[in-house]
C-alpha cells in the first residue's frame, strides 16, 4: 500500500475506469448483429458517452474476469425509431454514375458539418428514400460480456 491504493480497487469496475471487454451482441431472436470473437475487446471509459448508456451501465460493478448477460431495451441503446428520419431526397442529389441499391448505406456532412449516416431504403428514377435512424434504432439488444482489464482513474 505503499502507493495509497487499497489492495483489490483494480478489481471493480468504477466509473471513470478505463476498462477492455470482450461481448457478443444479438437480437432477442439470437441473432448476432456483433461480436469481439476474433478481434480485440473493446476498450472505454466507463460513464464518459463512448458506448450506449445500457453496456455502460452494465459493467460498473463488476469484477475483472466476471460474465454476464444483459437485455438493453432502445431506451438504453440506440433510441426508437423516429419516422421523420425517413426522408425523400430528389435522385439528382446524387451523381449519375452512382449506383444506387437498396439497403446500402452510406456518410455525408449535413450543412452544419456534421457526419450523418443513411440507408437506402428506396430508389425510383427522380427519388431516393433515406433512412438515417441507427440500424440498432428500436431494438432490444442481448449483450454476453466479459470484462477482461481494469484501469482505475488516477486519483490526486
Do not use: C, W
Request: hydrophobic residues 35%.
Amino acid at each position: 500500500m505503499a502507493d495509497g491504493k487499497a489492495k483489490g480497487t483494480n478489481n471493480v469496475v468504477a466509473k471513470g475506469s478505463r476498462v477492455s471487454v470482450e461481448y457478443t451482441g444479438t437480437f432477442d431472436d439470437g441473432t448476432v448483429f456483433d461480436t469481439t470473437d476474433g478481434r480485440s475487446p473493446i476498450a472505454f471509459v466507463t460513464g464518459n458517452g463512448e458506448v450506449i448508456r445500457g453496456f455502460d451501465d452494465a459493467v460498473i460493478g463488476m469484477k475483472k474476469g466476471e460474465q454476464k448477460t444483459i437485455k438493453i431495451t432502445p431506451q438504453d441503446g440506440y433510441g426508437e425509431r423516429d419516422e421523420r428520419l425517413l426522408q425523400q431526397v430528389p435522385r439528382s442529389v446524387f451523381p449519375a454514375e452512382m449506383k444506387l441499391d437498396r439497403n446500402m448505406g452510406f456518410s455525408f456532412r449535413a450543412p452544419q458539418g456534421q457526419m450523418m449516416h443513411a440507408t437506402i431504403t428506396g430508389v425510383s428514377s427522380d427519388t431516393v428514400t433515406l433512412d438515417m435512424n441507427h440500424p440498432l434504432a428500436g431494438k432490444n439488444l442481448v449483450f454476453k460480456l466479459k470484462v477482461v482489464d481494469i484501469n482505475q482513474p488516477e486519483r490526486s
